[in-house]
């Protein structure tokens, strides 16, 4: 997964949706504490600062040292970059020990961990009891019945060139393993069904499209899957360059406490 998301460091902090704060405070209601959180794949920052509104201190680790160029500062953020190198040992140490952390955080990410690493990580740094492990995604953007089915075939187009770990991406993480205690809000096999709602401009969803991985991928092997006619295509589905549009993201979470 390394290296994945470099490219576009720049692209992704403009184009991916906002997570809305109901969220935040819906997670921050099941913790007891409130004085520490950690976002994994942090990115441009954007789960951490939000969970700033409701913890003292968030820590922002990624692994791409270009994504982190772009994280947006904040008073109660510490971004810190951990390489694919650091032992388990060291991520524990690095982040502020055993049982330090109210609430972990993963957004649009965790699909390309090293999972059973990752959640032996996370086991450990939970507060306990009363810490809180979640992880969320989205997959397919909803816009128009005129839109929605060219859309459509240019996630076809786009398939061949996905990394195999977004195949959890494509099931809503009903796949993924999450072997955590249930707290109400989406458990191993029966994620929670969320929606993320945004105003956006057609520049903008354009953006969307080129921070996709996949994308990236097609054009370093030599096929631009947003070529001229394919934009065009989008443009006129869409109803014109200039039209600011309501999108609908299809989301899930999955949300937990370490077993007992």
């Known amino acids: 997964m390394a290296g994945l998301f470099d490219k576009q460091a720049e692209v992704y902090l403009n184009a991916r949706p906002s997570y809305p704060a109901g969220w935040y405070s819906m997670l921050a209601d099941q913790t007891l ?7 994994v794949g942090t990115g441009n920052g954007q789960a951490a600062i939000a969970a700033a509104e409701h913890y003292g201190k968030v820590i922002g680790t990624d692994v791409s040292e270009a994504q982190l160029r772009y994280a947006t500062p ?50 450990r740094v939970l ?11 989205y997959k397919d953007i909803f816009v128009s019945p005129t839109f929605d089915p060219v859309m459509k075939r240019f996630r076809d187009t786009v398939l061949p060139y996905w990394n195999q770990n977004v195949k959890y991406i494509f099931d809503g993480y009903q796949s993924l393993p999450f072997p955590f205690q249930d707290v109400g809000l989406g458990c191993e096999g ?3 069904q969320l929606k993320i709602s945004q105003e956006i401009s057609f520049e903008g969803f354009i953006g969307v499209l080129k921070s996709w991985s996949a994308v990236t991928t097609a054009k370093e092997n030599g096929v631009d899957l947003l070529a001229e006619d394919m934009v065009r295509n989008f443009e006129s589905a869409w109803g014109g360059s200039d039209l600011v549009r309501s999108v609908t993201y299809t989301a899930f979470m999955l949300a937990g406490k370490p077993l007992e």
């Open 33 to 39: 504490c409130h004085s520490f959180a950690w976002d």
């Open 127 to 137: 507060r306990k009891p009363g810490g809180l492990f979640a992880v969320w995604g």
């Open 74 to 123: 904040h008073p109660r953020v510490q971004y810190i970059q951990t390489p694919l190198s650091l032992s388990e040992d060291e991520i524990v140490s690095l982040i502020g020990g055993e049982d330090s952390v109210d609430l972990v955080t993963v957004a649009q990410a965790v699909h390309w961990f090293d999972l059973p690493k990752f959640y032996s990580i996370v086991t």
């Open 190 to 192: 029966k994620p929670l």
